[in-house]
Structure formats: structure tokens, C-alpha cells
């Protein structure tokens, strides 16, 4: 069993900047695809990015392209997503979820982290 906890949300004004975290326990990341999805009040779940597990791969919704980057940390068994140049538009609660690769449905999620982005 794969337990996701997602950390660093908040409130950031727009072209502000935020890193959220997603720590495993119980496996080691590196054997998944790791997502991250977001989900506003009133729209559907998003995919905003994905790093692969065997090459490291990344993969990037066109709305977040060139703002967000999305990157592993072995060592700590931890994946971060770098939020850059954020819009209000960006606002939603941010998951995480683990799959065997970015083109599997995850199998793992977090219990998501808030980002509320806002003057």
C-alpha cells in the first residue's frame, strides 16, 4: 500500500511562485509514474503533469507548459512541482497519484493540498 501526502499549498499572489510536495511512505516511489492532478470547485479533475519512472520522462498539460516543473528526489522518496508565474486561474486542490506509468490510470492518491492563487 502506497500512502501519498501532498504539502506546500497556499495563498500566493498571481506571478507568485510555490513548490508543493508529494512524500511516500510504504514504497519507493521511483518504481511509479507520478502525477499530479488538479481539480477546481465546479470543473473536472485535471491532468497537469506526470514523471515517468524508468526515464524520467516528463509531461505537461498545455496550460501549465513552461510555468510548472515537475521533478523527483530519490533520496527522499519525495516528487516536487515547481509552480512558477502562478495565474488565478491556477487555483484548485492539487493531488498527487502514483501509477505503473504516466499512461495508466493511478492506482494511489494523496489527499490533496490547496492552492489558492490571489490579490
Known amino acids: 500500500q502506497v500512502q501519498l501526502v501532498e504539502s506546500g499549498g497556499g495563498l500566493v499572489q498571481p506571478g507568485g511562485s510555490l513548490r508543493l510536495s508529494c512524500a511516500a511512505a510504504?514504497?519507493?516511489?521511483?518504481?511509479?509514474?507520478i502525477h499530479w492532478f488538479r481539480q477546481a470547485p465546479g470543473k473536472e479533475r485535471e491532468g497537469v503533469s506526470c514523471?515517468?519512472?524508468?526515464?524520467?520522462?516528463?509531461f505537461y498539460a498545455d496550460s501549465v507548459k513552461g510555468r510548472f516543473t515537475i521533478s523527483r528526489d530519490n533520496a527522499k522518496n519525495t516528487v516536487y512541482l515547481q509552480m512558477n508565474s502562478l495565474k488565478p486561474e491556477d487555483t484548485a486542490v492539487y493531488y498527487c497519484?502514483?501509477?505503473?506509468?504516466?499512461?495508466?490510470?493511478?492506482?494511489?492518491w494523496g489527499q490533496g493540498t490547496q492552492v489558492t492563487v490571489s490579490s
Open positions: 514523471i515517468s519512472s524508468s526515464d524520467g520522462r516528463t
Open positions: 497519484a502514483a501509477a505503473p506509468r504516466c499512461f495508466d490510470q493511478p492506482d494511489y
Open positions: 510504504g514504497a519507493t516511489l521511483d518504481y511509479y509514474g
